[in-house]
């Protein structure tokens, strides 16, 4: 499972804090002597500490030395909690286009800021977990981050829980073709096709897949309308690929039961794949797992077996 780090790992108390009527110049002449470690934002409070807003420096110095610090104040700047998760804070600073966020207490105290360089590692070591997790390479320890430079036995125990599940899913897969030997064996030309309706899949699903890790903690859209959009998206995709395919599998072939089989086949396996590589992530997101894990070794070889199911069972149907 994804490790789950907050804000308060990387709040900064020592910051400028103002009351909204103090003067440009008795701010800046406070920082001079404070010397706050944290230069990005003045956190302006209440009498009784409460965050009010916050102004960012360089607005601050924009300033005529007589104005009241509440010119620049922002009062609906983000704030967020220190048990805030770290990846929630960063993609909330990039969603509002700020470099660095106020932290306050369960009563809105300001307690300091999360400042732009532990937002910066934030976003860099979330994208290199998730870059291991999307090629199936298990988070053991801190330095499954640089899985390159790791001894072989230990690259093998990063990787390998994932590829047994998919070793599984081959062995199912390869159950299942042997479970239509009657239709292969009379139509040789149907396993043709085997090969590129899983590709096909697998790379729509991966779309998805790509689209769902990152989107899925960012948008507040209900999931039924999610997944509704993305299917509309993946049949759509499979029907034109479908209708492209349909021509050339009846010329070259001369059957035009293999070629609408074929087609409906990539029409069919296109929507599932493209639901399949939403849905997975989601799921795993609601039971508190890291939604990259859904897609890489998992999805694959759970879209592989589904299209090859699709396919067969339309072939079937097409009466091959």
């Not at 990846?87 to 369960?106: I, K, M, P, T």
Request: charged fraction near 20%; hydrophobic fraction near 55%; glycine fraction near 10%.
């Amino acid at each position: 499972m994804k490790h789950h780090e907050t804000v308060g790992a990387h709040l900064v108390a020592s910051v400028l804090h103002a009351r909204p009527a103090e003067r440009v110049r008795e701010v800046l002449a406070r920082l001079a002597t404070e010397k706050p470690a944290s230069l990005e934002l003045v956190l302006v409070t209440d009498a009784h500490g409460r965050l009010l807003g916050a102004a960012p420096l360089a607005r601050v110095v924009a300033l005529e030395a007589d104005e009241p610090i509440d010119k620049a104040l922002a009062r609906d700047f983000p704030r967020v909690r220190p048990n805030t998760d770290q990846e929630r804070a960063a993609s909330l600073a990039l969603h509002h286009g700020v470099d660095a966020l106020a932290v306050v207490d369960a009563e809105g105290c300001a307690l300091g800021v999360m400042p732009a360089q532990a937002l910066m590692q934030v976003l860099r070591r979330e994208h290199v977990e998730d870059l291991h997790v999307l090629a199936g390479i298990q988070r053991e320890t801190a330095q499954a981050r640089h899985a390159i430079e790791d001894p072989p036995l230990r690259r093998v125990r990063h990787r390998l829980p994932w590829l047994l599940a998919g070793l599984g899913g081959a062995a199912f897969a390869t159950a299942a073709m042997a479970g239509f030997e009657a239709t292969l064996k009379a139509h040789v030309a149907v396993a043709f096709f085997v090969p590129g309706i899983v590709y096909l899949a697998d790379a729509i699903g991966t779309q998805s897949e790509a689209v769902a890790v990152r989107g899925l903690s960012l948008t507040r859209t209900g999931v039924a309308h999610l997944l509704g959009g993305e299917l509309r998206t993946g049949m759509t995709i499979g029907a034109l690929l479908g209708l492209l395919s349909f021509l050339p599998v009846w010329v070259v072939f001369d059957s035009l039961q293999l070629a609408g089989a074929v087609a409906v086949a990539i029409f069919a396996a296109g929507g599932v794949a493209a639901v399949l590589g939403l849905a997975l992530p989601w799921w795993l997101a609601r039971a508190g797992r890291d939604p990259a894990m859904g897609s890489g070794p998992i999805a694959t070889v759970i879209q592989d077996v589904l299209s090859l199911l699709v396919y067969l069972g339309v072939v079937r149907a097409f009466g091959l």
